[in-house]
T-cell receptor
């Protein structure tokens, strides 16, 4: 049973425009959310995170929004650059002392120059 | 600071064999987690080790096992390999102190296992 879902397997965006990647979760015990970026032949790289006590966290071109009532989060990348082309994974944790992450299946972002 | 390293990077085995994968965490990190990545399932948590003890385990059969050494290096073993075990196996380390809360995980490049 997939507790973290990324329903869009792929997304294409023009360079300079906004990229919006979406993620839904089912477990109400999740209270910490992360986005990872993965290039081929490399492990995932941490991008940005958000705690459930916030609804927005911003880091440069990357902003994550959390809607707890809808159990939905999104990653906004503005402006999108060709180097952002990668697979993006949404992940969640229950912060219960167990250090495991529940991942979505990923969204492949292609930024077109 | 050196990142998480995994060996070997690629491995080909046949059904019924066993395999051992190795992970060296970032220096000072005491928590090591293992994940399996397959095309349809994304990354799925296998287990986590902290101070040589398995603290948490995912929903995988007993053929999957692991251990952690006193220097925090970790190995995972898969016995009686099946075709469905073909996947990218990722190791992640974390500076988790064991006192609760969440610590960011840093991933290695993974070991690509192919079972024929």
């Amino acid at each position: 049973d997939q507790q973290v879902k990324q329903n869009s397997p792929s997304l294409s965006v023009q360079e300079g425009r906004i990229s919006i990647l979406n993620c839904d979760y089912t477990n109400s015990m999740f209270d910490y959310f992360l986005w990872y970026k993965k290039y081929p032949a490399e492990g995932p790289t941490f991008l940005i995170s958000i705690s459930s006590i916030k609804d927005k966290n911003e880091d440069g071109r990357f902003t994550v929004f959390l809607n707890k009532s809808a159990k939905h989060l999104s990653l906004h990348i503005v402006p999108s650059q060709p180097g952002d082309s990668a697979v993006y994974f949404c992940a969640a944790s229950a912060q219960d002392g167990a250090n495991n992450l529940f991942f979505g299946t990923g969204t492949r972002l292609t930024v077109i120059p | 600071k050196a990142g998480v390293t995994q060996t070997p990077r690629y491995l080909i085995k046949t059904r019924g064999q066993q395999v051992t994968l190795s992970c060296s965490p970032i220096s000072g990190h005491r928590s090591v987690s293992w994940y399996q990545q397959t095309p349809g399932q994304g990354l799925q948590f296998l287990f986590e080790y902290f101070s040589e003890t398995q603290r948490n385990k995912g929903n995988f059969p007993g053929r999957f096992s692991g251990r952690q050494f006193s220097n925090s290096r970790s190995e995972m073993n898969v016995s009686t390999l099946e075709l469905g075990d073909s996947a990218l196996y990722l190791c992640a380390s974390s500076p988790l102190t064991g006192t609760g809360g969440y610590n960011e995980q840093f991933f290695g490049p993974g070991t690509r296992l192919t079972v024929l």
